[in-house]
């Protein structure tokens, strides 16, 4: 297990922007409590406001159920002492999809990138390889994206400012692309290999199935190989992103999230839709993305995320 404070940044620093980021949320909901009796009619002004935070409304009425409960068993009177319940019990809900990568699978381990366009893909990997220096693991990233140059250009710039190599051909195949670049992993002994892939929408069919391509083709050149399908989620995409999550799942099968741009105008009550939309099985979230930065990605921490939302 990693620690998040063994990773790079100033921990106050990306989590103060995940706070600013969700600070619409968050007085939102913390606005509610303002000081007046627990009752009925406020326990059912907090569960529409935790559907406006994009929490959806099968999650949201699971929240309101619990802090009945828990009203009831530990005798909450005030709405502060409720804050704090929801607090805990919005961490319940998040903590089992805490996820970290594990190295242990496989060397080189083979990591693809997929999710709708604009996501953060590119930039997330371009954050991704820092942070995996940081764990003293060697990277090699594959230009999967071979629809635009600009999209091979943008991964080259994050290889240049992360000091590694990136696998490209100009125009071509993209599943020809990322077999090679996994031939090249491990013919080099690199500890990890991450394939960008171009963005698409899960209802253009060809371009999912050309995604179910690519993953062959790494199984082809390694058996095995992708060992972590990864999906790029825009934390301001809102309920979609449980679609999304569902149908890219559908297609390749999915091994974990990372949610982006939750500094920005993102409600972040989408995770626990997310968490929420697979009960008892949920996608690990990997990581988060605050920000566009080489160090604004942080592995995903259920208390610290509600702390952020619902703290005070
Ligand atoms: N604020 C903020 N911006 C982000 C974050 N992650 C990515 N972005 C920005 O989102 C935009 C799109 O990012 P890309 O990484 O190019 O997205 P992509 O999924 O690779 O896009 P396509 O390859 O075109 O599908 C860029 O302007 C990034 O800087 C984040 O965590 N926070
Ligand atoms: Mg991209």
Known sequence: MISPASSGGSKNGWLSRLRTGL????VNLVGLFSGGVVDEAFLEELELALIGADVGVATAAHLIDALKTRIKLDGLLTQDEVRRALSDELTVVLTPAEGRIDFSQARPLVLMVAGVNGAGK?????????????????VLLAAGDTFRAAAREQLAIWGARNSIEVIAQSGGDPAAVVFDAVSAAKARGVDVLIADTAGRLPTQQHLMEELKRIKRAQDKAMPGAPHEIILIIDGTNGQNAVAQVQAFDDAVGLT????TKLDGTAKGGVLAAIVGSRPGRPLPILFVGVGEAIDDLQPFVAREFADALVGA
């Open 23 to 26: 600070t619409k949320t968050r």
């Open 122 to 138: 590119t930039t997330s990997i371009g954050k991704l390889a820092k942070w995996l220096a940081n764990q003293r693991k060697s």
């Open 256 to 259: 974990g999230l990372i949610i």
